[in-house]
């Protein structure tokens, strides 16, 4: 990296410049030649932590660094539309394909695109996120979730998780603006969003129950299908369940394991429905015990133990904490893909379907 980084990436008690320069270099490090970015080096790459590293380091101004990463994931789509769940220096590892993993190309590109301005390059990865975005929209389940994956046999499952279905429908929403910004109107995924959104705000039985897991939580929230009174009250609902004063965001309610990944997703939610005082704190909270001397953060603490685990430091992590930071600190392109503001709803569902 030769440039220094942006402002936006500077907040008080979190990054001073040259440690937001360290973080950036500590994802840098990581990536591949061909643009992969795997977890850390030697271990998997799954194409949805690779996309929120990608994003992380356009909020640096590392664009041809990101662009490299969604020339990646172009070269190695599969011929539906989607990817597989993991690869390891370019082979496929995980054969099955989630559909979360598949969708969230279409927010990294339109944060991307809103980043650069770059509209030869959108227009050449657009059929890229029209046939992830199909492959979604294919796999609706009655009610309006998506099934959360297809074993390695082609097989889809009959069942949705919250916490992909949010993200999925945040895609649709990146997908909806990337199609309007093209003139390229996309009907199907109108329809989808819509009822997806709905589901997920109102309609919790519709997915399996995965409630002691804080992504649970939050990602209703993050995924943008909550703004508001909704929001706030979700989460005040489950604050103290899954928050530890001083320490972070654990990952499931009945463990002594707080998160790094967690954590700055939860910030950068909070930030989202105008708790940023509330987003700060967290974010400063993991920098005692997660943040490495080289910039890159591990994963999680274990507090009973004073022990961190696993021992591994993951670019989604730093990833997830320069994005919170960087709403934060008001760069456009990640205020306006994770606020929803600008982003199409979708065919907005009235009734109880």
Not at 144 to 151: E, M, Q, S, V, Y
Not at 315 to 333: F, I, M, N, S, Y
Request: negative net charge.
């Amino acid at each position: 990296m030769t440039a220094a980084v942006p402002e936006v990436l500077l907040l008080d008690g979190v990054l001073d410049a040259e440690q937001a320069a360290g973080t950036v270099r500590s994802i840098l490090a990581e990536q591949r030649p061909d643009g992969a970015i795997p977890w850390f080096t030697g271990h998997h790459l799954d194409p949805w932590d690779h996309t929120e590293a990608a994003m992380a380091l356009d909020t640096a101004g590392e664009h041809a660094a990101a662009e490299a990463a969604y020339r990646w994931l172009a070269a190695h789509q599969n011929p539906d539309g989607s990817w597989y769940a993991a690869y390891v220096d370019g082979e496929v590892t995980d054969r099955a394909k989630e559909t979360n993993f598949c969708a969230y190309v279409a927010v990294g590109v339109w944060h991307h695109h809103l980043s650069t301005g770059d509209d030869t390059f959108l227009e050449w990865i657009w059929p890229v996120v029209r046939r992830a975005l199909d492959f979604i929209v294919g796999l609706r389940l009655p009610g309006g979730p998506i099934a959360w994956r297809l074993d390695e046999d082609g097989t889809a499952t009959d069942e949705a998780l919250l916490t992909g279905s949010s993200s999925i429908l945040h895609a649709l929403r990146c997908g909806l603006a990337i199609a309007a910004y093209l003139e390229e109107p996309q009907p199907d995924w109108e329809l989808a969003a819509g009822r997806l959104g709905h589901a997920v705000a109102h309609h919790p039985e519709r997915f399996l129950d995965k409630d002691r897991y804080s992504m649970d939580w939050y990602y209703p929230v993050l995924g943008t299908a909550l703004r508001g009174k909704a929001a706030l009250a979700r989460i005040e609902r489950d604050w103290d369940r899954f928050v530890v004063p001083g320490l972070g965001v654990r990952c499931v309610s009945d463990r002594p394991w707080v998160t790094g990944g967690e954590s700055a997703e939860l910030a950068l939610a909070l930030w989202a429905i105008g708790e940023s005082d509330r987003a700060v704190d967290i974010l400063r909270w993991i920098q005692k015990h997660l943040r490495h001397d080289d910039g890159s953060y591990w994963t999680g603490y274990v507090f009973e133990d004073d022990a961190i685990w696993p021992e591994e430091r993951t670019t989604w992590t730093a990833g997830a904490l320069l994005l919170a930071v960087a709403a934060l600190g008001g760069d456009p392109a990640t205020v306006a893909v994770f606020s929803g503001d600008d982003l199409p709803e979708g065919l907005v569902v009235q009734d109880c379907c």
